[in-house]
């Protein structure tokens, strides 16, 4: 799976170069992944990453204009053009098809910028201007982010088991988490399947001073105040409010200069979807494997697609 790796420590640069090297290996599954390697001997940070090629993240690293601040980012962001125009009118030099932007959000806002982000993503800043790194992921935590620490190195990693091959000591189940899989099909909480190795919670930063942790894990968003205590709307003014805040948002992710398709099923979130979508035609092909009678019956019913019979429907 893409996704990044890294150690923070004030131990040897060799040593953690070594270790990163293995971790980095465990991540790169694929002849199609881009990956790299980077680091920052003076702070104490080694970083990896790998990507799918063509992917919104593979751009890395990205730097600032001077070179002194550079982004780490594995995931996807979906931003409003205005926005990204608002950057270029400050004067910064990106593309915005691809990750390169995110960096400059941090250098205008700082950590600011973080609950600006709309998309499942994690990454790492390095701040050489401030002598200061920040470990992050999305709001959500829909892309895990697991760690590891103690008093000589933080390891951090898309997926465990680049924590665990360089690191086989610490593999032991968690009892209690390999319980929540086989109920839930994951672990609850902060736990993963093996005891030592967490996740990030949702919506975290995680900032150093050097290779030194500075004030812990801290959240950045508060679905609870931010979300569930906004003021009630009237009936008829939400139903507007959050049709017309819909489309707008929609358009957002048909912005792409990838290969992209939708799934054609009777689910109603897609319904939902393309009820709204305003695509021209062929602006959003549309795709089917094994598509149900009942799915059919849907699609046909509001209209999505034409024809008396399924194979003539389905094709």
């Given at each position: 799976?893409?996704?990044?790796c890294?150690?923070?420590s004030?131990?040897?640069k060799?040593?953690?170069?070594?270790?990163?090297?293995?971790?980095?290996?465990?991540?790169?599954?694929?002849?199609?992944?881009g990956?790299?390697?980077a680091?920052?001997?003076?702070m104490?940070v080694c970083?990896?990453?790998t990507?799918?090629?063509?992917?919104?993240?593979?751009?890395?690293?990205v730097?600032?204009?001077?070179?002194d601040?550079t982004?780490i980012y594995?995931?996807?962001n979906?931003?409003?053009?205005?926005?990204?125009d608002?950057?270029?009118?400050?004067n910064?030099?990106?593309a915005?098809t691809?990750?390169?932007?995110?960096?400059?959000?941090?250098?205008?806002w700082?950590?600011?910028?973080?609950?600006?982000?709309?998309?499942?993503?994690q990454?790492?800043?390095?701040?050489?201007?401030?002598k200061?790194?920040i470990?992050?992921?999305?709001?959500?935590?829909?892309?895990g982010?697991?760690y590891?620490e103690?008093?000589?190195?933080?390891?951090?990693?898309?997926?465990?088991?680049?924590i665990?091959?360089?690191?086989?000591?610490?593999r032991?189940?968690?009892?209690?988490?390999l319980?929540?899989?086989?109920?839930?099909?994951?672990a609850?909480?902060?736990?993963?399947?093996?005891?030592?190795?967490?996740l990030?919670p949702?919506?975290?930063?995680?900032?150093?001073?050097?290779?030194?942790?500075?004030?812990?894990?801290?959240?950045?968003?508060?679905a609870?105040?931010?979300l569930?205590?906004?003021?009630?709307?009237?009936?008829?003014f939400?139903y507007e409010?959050?049709?017309s805040?819909?489309?707008?948002?929609?358009?957002?992710?048909?912005?792409?200069e990838?290969?992209?398709?939708?799934?054609?099923?009777?689910?109603?979130?897609?319904l939902v979807?393309?009820?709204?979508a305003?695509?021209?035609?062929?602006?959003?092909?549309?795709c089917?494997?094994?598509?149900?009678?009942?799915?059919?019956?849907?699609l046909?019913?509001?209209g999505?697609i034409?024809?008396s019979?399924?194979?003539?429907?389905?094709?």
């Open positions: 799976m893409p996704g990044i890294g150690i923070i004030r131990r040897p060799e040593l953690n170069e070594e270790e990163l090297a293995v971790m980095a290996g465990a991540m790169h599954m694929e002849p199609f992944y990956s790299g390697r680091s920052f001997p003076e104490g970083v990896a990453w990507s799918i090629q063509g992917s919104f993240s593979d751009c890395m690293p730097l600032n204009e001077k070179g601040v982004l594995s995931g996807e979906f931003r409003d053009l205005e926005d990204l608002r950057l270029k009118g400050r910064h030099r990106f915005k691809n990750a390169s932007y995110i960096v400059h959000m941090y250098e205008e700082d950590i600011d910028f973080l609950p600006m982000l709309n998309g499942r993503g990454g790492l800043i390095i701040d050489e201007r401030k200061r790194s470990l992050f992921n999305d709001r959500y935590g829909l892309k982010l697991y590891w103690d008093s000589d190195a933080f390891y951090f990693s898309s997926e465990a088991k680049a665990l091959k360089i690191l086989p000591g610490i032991e189940i968690d009892p209690l988490g319980a929540e899989f086989f109920l839930h099909g994951y609850l909480g902060h736990r993963s399947l093996f005891k030592g190795i967490h990030l949702a919506a975290s930063r995680w900032e150093f001073v050097g290779s030194e942790p500075a004030g812990g894990q801290q959240a950045y968003f508060d609870i105040a931010e569930e205590d906004q003021p009630l709307l009237e009936k008829e939400h409010r959050l049709r805040l819909f489309q707008k948002i929609l358009d957002r992710y048909y912005r792409t990838d290969n992209v398709s939708f799934p054609l099923t009777g689910d109603p979130e897609n979807i393309l009820a709204n305003k695509c021209g035609s062929g602006r959003l092909p549309c089917s494997l094994g598509i149900s009678p009942f799915d059919v019956d849907s046909t019913q509001a999505i034409r024809g019979k399924p194979a003539d429907r389905c094709r």
